[in-house]
């Protein structure tokens, strides 16, 4: 027995090598338009990686500006930006609260990619959040009006009783959305696409917002 994690080795030469050759001959990233790469690679990325696809690390700081960073799900993105919801009275929503700033990485692994964004983080409009409720589940309706979110809880029977409570409140009607519960969308002012080349020669392309466009760099891996 030993106390030692095990981690993979690196890949030998060998292993580079037949990598390369088992590859197919990869275009260069184009600079032309960071939201059309970015809804290429989550096309592929929804067809190949076996579970959501759309997940995404969300790091923020809190008011000791110790950073903080936990999974949550995408729900929409275009041009405005990036989409997420939650509690509100969460940790991530307090943080958000205080410095509206964010990080969010995308690491699709099937696919051997990241995406890197950062930005300024605003509230979605009333409406937005609104319709994105209306298609969740009605279990997970419950589930969001029973959460207090990031706070201590006695045990999961203390949880389930909540909910149960909320079911027999709004009984067979629609649940609407709680007052706590909304979402954020990350306005990127920087948007970076890494994609794996053997022998940790790696390719990143660095988009930077600028005015109405963006300004491009090819960064060392």
Same mark, same amino acid.
């Given at each position: 027995m030993t106390d030692k994690t095990l981690i993979p080795p690196s890949p030998s030469e060998d292993d580079y090598v037949a990598q390369v050759a088992a590859a197919e001959p990869l275009p260069q990233l184009s600079e032309a338009d960071p939201f059309a790469l970015f809804n290429a690679w989550l096309t592929e990325a929804l067809a190949k990686e076996p579970n959501d696809a759309n997940a995404m690390s969300l790091a923020t700081v809190d008011a000791a500006g110790m950073p903080d960073v936990r999974m949550v799900l995408l729900k929409d993105a275009d041009r405005r930006g990036f989409v997420f919801y939650s509690h %509100?009275?969460?940790?991530?929503?307090?943080?958000?609260?205080?410095?509206?700033?964010?990080?969010? %990485?995308? #690491?699709?692994?099937?696919?051997?990619?990241?995406?890197?964004? $950062?930005?300024?983080?605003?509230?979605? /409009?009333?409406?937005?959040a609104d319709a994105y409720w209306a298609t969740r589940a009605r279990p997970a309706q419950l589930g969001a009006w029973a959460s207090e979110q990031s706070r201590p809880l006695p045990d999961r029977l203390?949880?389930?009783? +909540?909910?149960?409570?909320?079911? %027999?409140?709004?009984?067979?009607? +629609?649940?609407?959305? !709680?007052? #706590?519960?909304?979402g954020w969308r990350v306005e990127p002012q920087v948007i970076e696409?890494?994609?794996? $080349? !053997?022998?940790?020669? #790696?390719?990143? %392309?660095?988009?930077?917002?600028?005015?109405?466009?963006? /300004? /491009?760099?090819r960064l060392f891996p």
């Open positions: %509100l009275g969460s940790a991530k929503g307090q943080e958000l609260s205080a410095n509206p700033k964010a990080a969010l %990485l995308f #690491h699709w692994k099937s696919l051997r990619r990241q995406v890197r964004v $950062r930005g300024a983080v605003s509230p979605v /409009t009333p409406e937005e203390a949880f389930e009783k +909540k909910i149960a409570e909320f079911g %027999l409140k709004f009984g067979l009607g +629609k649940v609407p959305r !709680p007052p #706590h519960w909304s696409f890494w994609r794996d $080349r !053997p022998f940790r020669l #790696h390719e990143r %392309l660095q988009f930077v917002r600028s005015g109405e466009g963006w /300004t /491009t760099s």
